[in-house]
């Protein structure tokens, strides 16, 4: 994280000032007395009084040692510790209350004196130090938002991403996203598409279709001589896929079994519309073409050719007259017949074209002209000389094996969306060499890409980079910045800043009980978040006070969302400003929030003191201490309390003191806006379902309050993760031949597990390529498969031992291969024990069970687990497919925050790894896994799959060796996200060699 957690936007940092100065300030006198004096005469004196007698190295309350802070030079070795005395000591959470208490002065004195020997330190390292900045790779939504204006393209590409890691509350942290496998996959198929959307490779082509290879439909029919012969009505239909929108022929080559008054009637449609209709009076010997001028657009189309007229007279005295068929020999579309529009991508940035009879040095320089600014909008900066050159040579070999100037623009389009100088942003000063200078100013292009990702998420537009290569945009800064803030495109500050930042993407997961909460539906969830959303827009558009989010006699609300909160006079499906009394302003009265912070069956004042301290305070609680479990039902006296005196009871314990008194001011906030009553659920009457035993007039139910989704899972959570408790892994399997499994019993069991597995190409299923082609010799594979909440394992554990075990029910199916199955049983993986870190088995039973490594315990970016067995294998084994291994799984990853008792979630996410800080990420869409394992060149001829391998391995070649200049320039924990990008490519090198 380093220093990004204390860089938090504005609005947070002026909010958490306004709500927490009343409460923490103390007054300095005038001239107060110098430090170090200070720390004699009050500071040690304090110490020893209150707080040495508990955390001294002997006792070690709460693993809190601070007999170091009263030695000299305590402050510059545990700045860390000395914030967290200075917290604990405002708030009044220490002493205890069952110790003596200091008096006010005493208290206020010494945390005057602790305030300005922390505001001094800080002025210290500001002047030598700025803090590191990471390299940030693009989350999804700001390819998503780069590809669109620098493009102007209509697809989502990122959308087919793997999820972007979460930490602390975002997924713009530089030091939780990097760059595994299967996102470098996907970054070069989003590229290839969108280079192919982008730049128009146009030539006319001819879509060709014989009749007998195709389906029929409503009707019955057989082959001769090269046609298909329909005997009724109905006819044949063609899947073919139209790469351009404009006018094409439409052919069919056919003739007709004249019989009865009037030759075959044949139709000839597109995607069910008939085209035209012909008579077709030509017959076997002399078989004609018909056609059709059809207008189209791009994608895949339907052509059919139909038989109108059947006919048959089986008593007519000619043999000859009694039946009429229709005989089709192809179906052909060819087109366009005239260029089509032209992207827009294509009219700005091909702006020269070299003559068809252009020698290669011309059309050389003619590539050079149009990739060189290409590169520099997308690389947010000037590009170098050698990069166009390098982007000029990909032009050339697409020349050089036959394709056209366009085909070679794509392909370089292709590597400069998977070069490292656009996925990541790198402040990198082209005209200077590295320093150790600590302090650097940002050159012009830098400082237009902070400006731009921070707050439209998207590449600097136009203005910005003419600005910074004039070198003026630092002394216009405040006028791009209104600027900015005044384009619509500043929308995507709400959603990518506030909708995080206040937890508003827990929402989408928000399921209550429809029995207890009936009124409940899809539009008013819609609505609560809307709500919050405009008012944060409001603040930010109207330059208002951030103190309006706390109290805004205002809100937005549509006619749901007022009925809900029973405000009249409000129509209409759109929000509008109302406003609001007194009890309900700001964000602590709105729906969205205390939906977010309750539980499904009852509001949670915890969860809403620690959304208070996290969100407005930027203060998150410690993780619990050990000792300081949940809330338990010990016994009837205790279960039968409200969950008031429940928790006052739990409060009372000495490890639970200090975490609920930290929270106390939140809870506070909490119950002041009447959290107990502020947001009600109002059941309507529900309708007849018929024949279930309900009125048609539901009875009314008494009113209840709004709860929220799914168990809490740390100060973060972007995903829902199971809460029963993992049962340790003690047996597993190992199947070298699982021939018996089929692909829907694996995808079925896929749904409920993560696997980390090489492709599968010895498996009982294979692709329609495989099929064509001569099959391979079975290799080796390995699957593994985590079932994190447990088995019954009488269910899953053979009986006996040696070739003649017994097979419960469910391996039955494994009956045929019990010779070559092998059961290991009463196994433990030693690296999931605690070995003294306390609580924490879930991101233990995760971070060892590929791994076997004890992972170390932090929530921070420093995770260190182990390298997984599926990655050892996968070096050994897996050069020969195209991607070595893959993790599958159902619910997205997070690399940092705390999940699990102070471990990072990384740990509780992640089985495979391939380092020990690396983790890689999971496809946990079942359509993109099917793909990945089963389709990949599905259609491709040998020669174009050839072709396609040749200019990849082009595009990485570049890639690597423009990552190997970045990383020239960075600092050892950026050079370690650059080596992950490579350790990427060379993945997906190896089986393109």
Same mark, same amino acid.
């Given at each position: 994280?380093?220093?990004?957690?204390?860089?938090?936007?504005?609005?947070?940092?002026?909010?958490?000032?306004?709500?927490?100065?009343?409460?923490?300030?103390?007054?300095?006198?005038?001239?107060?007395?110098?430090?170090?004096?200070?720390?004699?005469?009050?500071?040690?004196?304090?110490?020893?009084?209150?707080?040495?007698?508990?955390?001294?190295?002997?006792?070690?309350?709460?693993?809190?040692?601070?007999?170091?802070?009263?030695?000299?030079?305590?402050?510059?070795?545990?700045?860390?510790?000395?914030?967290?005395?200075?917290?604990?000591?405002?708030? /009044?959470?220490?002493?205890?209350?069952?110790?003596?208490?200091?008096?006010?002065?005493?208290?206020?004195?010494?945390?005057?004196?602790?305030?300005?020997?922390?505001?001094?330190?800080?002025?210290?390292?500001?002047?030598?130090?700025?803090?590191?900045?990471?390299?940030?790779?693009l989350n999804r939504a700001e390819y998503n938002y780069t590809v669109q204006d620098l493009l102007h393209v209509a697809p989502?590409?990122?959308?087919?991403?793997?999820?972007?890691?979460?930490?602390?509350?975002?997924?713009?942290?530089?030091?939780?996203?990097?760059?595994?496998?299967?996102?470098?996959?996907?970054?070069?198929q989003a590229a290839e598409s969108i280079a192919n959307e982008a730049i128009l490779d146009w030539k006319p082509v001819k879509?060709?279709?014989?009749?007998?290879?195709?389906?029929?439909?409503?009707?019955?029919?057989?082959?001769?001589?090269?046609?298909?012969?329909?005997?009724?009505?109905?006819?044949?239909?063609?899947?073919?896929?139209? #790469?351009?929108?404009?006018?094409?022929?439409?052919?069919?080559?056919?003739?007709?079994?004249?019989?009865?008054?009037?030759?075959?009637?044949?139709?000839?449609?597109?995607?069910?519309?008939?085209?035209?209709?012909?008579?077709?009076?030509?017959?076997?010997?002399?078989?004609?073409?018909?056609?059709?001028?059809?207008?189209?657009?791009?994608?895949?189309?339907?052509?059919?050719?139909?038989?109108?007229?059947?006919?048959?007279?089986?008593?007519?005295?000619?043999?000859?007259?009694?039946?009429?068929?229709?005989?089709?020999?192809?179906?052909?579309?060819?087109?366009?017949?005239?260029?089509?529009?032209?992207?827009?991508?294509?009219?700005?940035?091909?702006?020269?074209?070299?003559? =068809?009879?252009?020698?290669?040095?011309?059309?050389?320089?003619?590539?050079?002209?149009?990739?060189?600014?290409?590169?520099?909008?997308?690389?947010?900066?000037?590009?170098?000389?050698?990069?166009?050159?390098?982007?000029?040579?990909?032009?050339?070999?697409?020349?050089?094996?036959?394709?056209?100037?366009?085909?070679?623009?794509?392909?370089?389009?292709?590597?400069?969306?998977?070069?490292?100088?656009?996925?990541?942003?790198?402040?990198?000063?082209?005209?200077?060499?590295?320093?150790?200078?600590?302090?650097?100013?940002?050159?012009?292009?830098?400082?237009?890409?902070?400006?731009?990702?921070?707050?439209?998420?998207s590449v600097p537009d136009e203005e910005l980079v003419k600005e910074a290569g004039a070198q003026t945009l630092r002394k216009?800064?405040?006028?791009?910045?209104?600027?900015?803030?005044?384009? #619509?495109?500043?929308?995507?500050?709400?959603?990518?800043?506030?909708?995080?930042?206040?937890?508003?993407?827990?929402?989408?997961?928000?399921?209550?009980?429809?029995?207890?909460? #009936?009124?409940?539906?899809?539009?008013?969830?819609?609505?609560?978040?809307?709500?919050?959303?405009?008012?944060?827009?409001?603040?930010?558009?109207?330059?208002?006070?951030?103190?309006?989010?706390?109290?805004?006699?205002?809100?937005?609300?549509?006619? /749901?969302?007022?009925?809900?909160?029973?405000?009249?006079?409000?129509?209409?499906?759109?929000?509008?400003?109302?406003?609001?009394?007194?009890?309900?302003?700001?964000?602590?009265?709105?729906?969205?929030?205390?939906?977010?912070?309750?539980?499904?069956?009852?509001?949670? #004042?915890?969860?809403?003191?620690?959304?208070?301290?996290?969100?407005?305070?930027?203060?998150?609680?410690?993780?619990?201490?050990?000792?300081?479990?949940?809330?338990?039902?010990?016994?009837?006296?205790?279960?039968?309390?409200?969950?008031?005196?429940?928790?006052?009871?739990?409060?009372?314990?000495?490890?639970?003191?200090?975490?609920?008194?930290?929270?106390?001011?939140?809870?506070?906030?909490?119950?002041?806006?009447?959290?107990?009553?502020?947001?009600?659920?109002?059941?309507?009457?529900?309708?007849?379902?018929?024949?279930?035993?309900?009125?048609?007039?539901?009875?009314?139910?008494?009113?209840?309050?709004?709860?929220?989704?799914?168990?809490?899972?740390?100060?973060?959570?972007?995903?829902?993760?199971?809460?029963?408790?993992?049962?340790?892994?003690?047996?597993?399997?190992?199947?070298?031949?699982?021939?018996?499994?089929? /692909?829907? =019993?694996?995808?079925?069991?896929?749904?409920?597990?993560?696997?980390?597995?090489?492709?599968?190409?010895?498996?009982?299923?294979?692709?329609?390529?495989?099929?064509?082609?001569?099959?391979?010799?079975?290799?080796?594979?390995?699957?593994?498969?985590?079932?994190?909440?447990?088995?019954?394992?009488?269910?899953?554990?053979?009986?006996?031992?040696?070739?003649?075990?017994?097979?419960?029910?469910?391996?039955?199916?494994?009956?045929?291969?019990?010779?070559?199955?092998?059961?290991?049983?009463?196994?433990?993986?030693?690296?999931?024990?605690?070995?003294?870190?306390?609580?924490?088995?879930?991101?233990?039973?995760?971070?060892?069970?590929?791994?076997?490594?004890?992972?170390?315990?932090?929530?921070?970016?420093?995770?260190?687990?182990?390298?997984?067995?599926?990655?050892?294998?996968?070096?050994?084994?897996?050069?020969?497919?195209?991607?070595?291994?893959?993790?599958?799984?159902?619910?997205?990853?997070?690399?940092?925050?705390?999940?699990?008792?102070?471990?990072?979630?990384?740990?509780?996410?992640?089985?495979?790894?391939?380092?020990?800080?690396?983790?890689?990420?999971?496809?946990?869409?079942?359509?993109?896994?099917?793909?990945?394992?089963?389709?990949?060149?599905?259609?491709?001829?040998?020669?174009?799959?050839?072709?396609?391998?040749?200019?990849?391995?082009?595009?990485?070649?570049?890639?690597?060796?423009?990552?190997?200049?970045?990383?020239?320039?960075?600092?050892?924990?950026?050079?370690?996200?650059?080596?992950?990008?490579?350790?990427?490519?060379?993945?997906?090198?190896?089986?393109?060699?």
């Open positions: 994280m380093g220093n990004e957690r204390r860089r938090r936007w504005p609005v947070e940092v002026a909010l958490a000032g306004a709500v927490v100065s009343l409460a923490l300030s103390t007054a300095h006198p005038d001239e107060p007395e110098p430090l170090e004096k200070g720390f004699d005469r009050v500071a040690v004196p304090f110490l020893k009084k209150h707080c040495f007698r508990c955390h001294d190295a002997a006792h070690r309350e709460g693993d809190m040692v601070l007999t170091a802070l009263g030695e000299p030079g305590g402050l510059a070795k545990e700045r860390t510790r000395w914030r967290l005395v200075e917290k604990q000591l405002a708030r /009044r959470v220490m002493p205890p209350d069952e110790e003596p208490q200091p008096d006010a002065a005493e208290r206020d004195a010494f945390l005057g004196w602790l305030r300005r020997m922390l505001a001094s330190g800080e002025e210290k390292l500001a002047a030598n130090d700025p803090g590191r900045v990471t390299v940030r790779r989502r590409p990122a959308d087919e991403f793997p999820s972007d890691d979460v930490g602390y509350g975002f997924d713009r942290i530089g030091d939780v996203l990097p760059v595994p496998p299967l996102l470098l996959e996907r970054y070069l879509l060709h279709a014989d009749a007998v290879e195709l389906p029929l439909h409503r009707s019955e029919g057989g082959a001769r001589n090269g046609f298909r012969i329909i005997y009724s009505n109905g006819g044949v239909t063609a899947t073919l896929k139209v #790469p351009w929108a404009g006018e094409y022929t439409l052919r069919a080559r056919a003739f007709g079994e004249q019989a009865g008054p009037e030759p075959a009637k044949m139709a000839l449609a597109i995607d069910g519309k008939v085209a035209k209709r012909f008579d077709v009076e030509a017959v076997e010997k002399a078989p004609k073409v018909y056609e059709a001028t059809v207008t189209l657009e791009a994608g895949e189309r339907k052509v059919t050719a139909d038989f109108l007229n059947d006919y048959w007279k089986k008593d007519d005295p000619d043999p000859r007259n009694r039946d009429r068929n229709l005989a089709v020999g192809y179906l052909e579309l060819e087109g366009p017949r005239e260029l089509p529009a032209l992207p827009w991508a294509h009219k700005t940035y091909v702006t020269k074209r070299p003559a =068809a009879d252009a020698k290669p040095p011309a059309r050389h320089a003619a590539a050079k002209e149009v990739v060189g600014p290409l590169a520099s909008r997308a690389f947010r900066r000037p590009a170098k000389p050698e990069e166009v050159e390098r982007l000029a040579k990909l032009v050339d070999l697409a020349m050089s094996e036959g394709g056209s100037f366009e085909r070679g623009i794509q392909l370089a389009l292709t590597a400069i969306l998977v070069s490292p100088s656009f996925i990541f942003r790198a402040e990198l000063d082209a005209t200077k060499e590295p320093t150790d200078a600590r302090l650097e100013v940002l050159d012009e292009f830098a400082l237009a890409t902070r400006l731009s990702y921070f707050l439209w998420s216009s800064l405040e006028v791009q910045v209104r600027r900015l803030l005044a384009d #619509p495109k500043a929308n995507r500050l709400v959603e990518q800043f506030a909708v995080q930042w206040l937890y508003l993407r827990r929402l989408d997961a928000f399921a209550p009980d429809p029995k207890t909460f #009936p009124d409940f539906d899809e539009e008013l969830r819609a609505a609560a978040r809307g709500e919050t959303q405009k008012l944060f827009e409001t603040v930010l558009r109207e330059n208002r006070s951030v103190r309006d989010l706390i109290d805004a006699p205002f809100t937005f609300a549509n006619e /749901r969302l007022a009925r809900h909160y029973g405000i009249e006079g409000v129509r209409g499906s759109e929000l509008r400003r109302v406003d609001l009394p007194p009890e309900r302003r700001g964000l602590l009265g709105h729906a969205s929030v205390l939906m977010a912070t309750s539980n499904p069956t009852r509001t949670s #004042p915890v969860k809403r003191g620690r959304w208070v301290l996290e969100v407005l305070l930027d203060d998150p609680p410690p993780p619990p201490l050990p000792g300081a479990d949940s809330l338990k039902d010990e016994g009837t006296p205790v279960a039968a309390k409200s969950l008031r005196a429940r928790l006052e009871l739990h409060r009372q314990k000495k490890e639970c003191a200090s975490c609920h008194g930290l929270a106390r001011l939140a809870l506070a906030a909490g119950r002041a806006v009447r959290g107990e009553e502020a947001v009600r659920l109002r059941p309507r009457p529900r309708p007849d379902r018929g024949g279930r035993g309900r009125s048609r007039q539901a009875p009314r139910r008494p009113r209840a309050r709004l709860q929220a989704p799914g168990p809490h899972r740390g100060p973060h959570e972007a995903r829902r993760v199971p809460q029963a408790p993992r049962r340790r892994r003690r047996e597993g399997m190992a199947v070298n031949r699982p021939a018996g499994l089929t /692909r829907r =019993a694996f995808l079925r069991g896929a749904a409920g597990a993560a696997l980390a597995v090489p492709l599968l190409d010895s498996w009982a299923w294979t692709s329609r390529r495989a099929e064509a082609e001569p099959a391979p010799k079975p290799k080796l594979r390995f699957l593994f498969i985590s079932t994190p909440n447990g088995m019954h394992m009488p269910q899953w554990t053979p009986r006996g031992e040696g070739h003649d075990f017994e097979l419960p029910p469910l391996l039955e199916p494994l009956a045929p291969h019990r010779k070559e199955l092998l059961v290991l049983s009463g196994l433990t993986i030693d690296g999931g024990r605690p070995h003294g870190d306390g609580p924490g088995d879930h991101a233990r039973a995760g971070a060892s069970f590929l791994t076997t490594a004890h992972p170390r315990k932090t929530d921070g970016a420093d995770i260190e687990a182990g390298v997984s067995v599926d990655q050892v294998a996968a070096k050994v084994m897996g050069e020969s497919v195209p991607f070595p291994s893959v993790e599958l799984g159902t619910d997205p990853s997070a690399q940092s925050g705390s999940c699990d008792s102070g471990y990072s979630c990384a740990y509780v996410s992640n089985l495979s790894w391939s380092s020990p800080s690396t983790p890689l990420a999971k496809e946990i869409n079942p359509r993109r896994a099917f793909e990945r394992l089963f389709l990949d060149g599905e259609g491709l001829t040998p020669d174009k799959r050839a072709q396609r391998d040749r200019f990849r391995a082009s595009v990485l070649d570049a890639a690597r060796d423009d990552a190997k200049r970045v990383k020239a320039r960075l600092g050892v924990s950026d050079k370690k996200k650059l080596d992950e990008y490579l350790e990427a490519v060379r993945a997906f090198e190896k089986p393109l060699s």
